[in-house]
């Protein structure tokens, strides 16, 4: 039975026995641009890919004392099973914009698809209510098809872009979504 309770510190070993910290989507919204006069229009597209894009994220020494950091604050949440970790949600309160950002939400990899991340976004929601922020908010990527999916399914709503957050290079077709929860 899965427990949910305040998440106030993570080790290496934490992230590690989660398994596979990342993403793999056979699907990317493609982001397309339009110009006509003094109208312009961004469109996204679902398309099937080619190959399915496969993304790790490493967390180094200093991410995970900027997240232990952030935990301090209060407003991130674990769960557990038989006292062993299968997810967290760690987010941080924003009072110049008066907003809770979630900066993590990991599922361990046995783990998904069972609810977990539903319960900790639901204990998420629940406790920024009384604290009268007026919306959660997020950043996933275009090509990460099944979080953009989990997030509307929890009715965030796509609220922005960054067609060039991230380094082409190094994450070829990303585009930056920022997702809100209005509470």
């Known amino acids: 039975m899965t427990t949910i309770s305040s998440l106030v510190g993570l080790t290496a070993m934490d992230i590690l026995q989660m398994g596979h910290n990342g993403y793999t989507s056979s699907q990317a919204w493609v982001a ?16 099937t890919l080619a190959s399915p894009k496969q993304k790790t994220w490493h967390t180094s020494e200093t991410e995970l004392a900027e997240l232990n ?3 301090q604050q209060g407003h991130s949440f674990a769960a557990y099973d038989s006292g062993r970790l299968t997810g967290f949600i760690i987010a941080e309160k924003r ?19 069972k609810g977990i991340g539903v319960q900790l ?22 090509t990460n098809v099944p979080a953009v999916s989990f997030y509307q399914k929890q009715g965030f709503r796509l609220s922005g872009v960054h067609l060039k957050l991230y380094d082409p290079v190094w994450c070829p077709g990303e585009v930056a979504f920022y997702m809100t929860y209005e509470l």
């Open 32 to 47: 397309e641009q339009q110009q006509d006069g003094a109208e312009m229009r961004f469109t996204f597209r679902l398309e």
């Open 95 to 113: 009072d110049w914009n008066n907003t809770l950002y979630v900066s993590q939400l990991t599922v361990a990899a046995s783990e998904r698809r």
């Open 121 to 142: 976004m639901n204990t998420l929601i629940a406790h920024a209510r009384p604290l009268k922020v007026r919306l959660l908010e997020l950043e996933t990527q275009n």
């Open 69 to 71: 950091e952030v935990m």
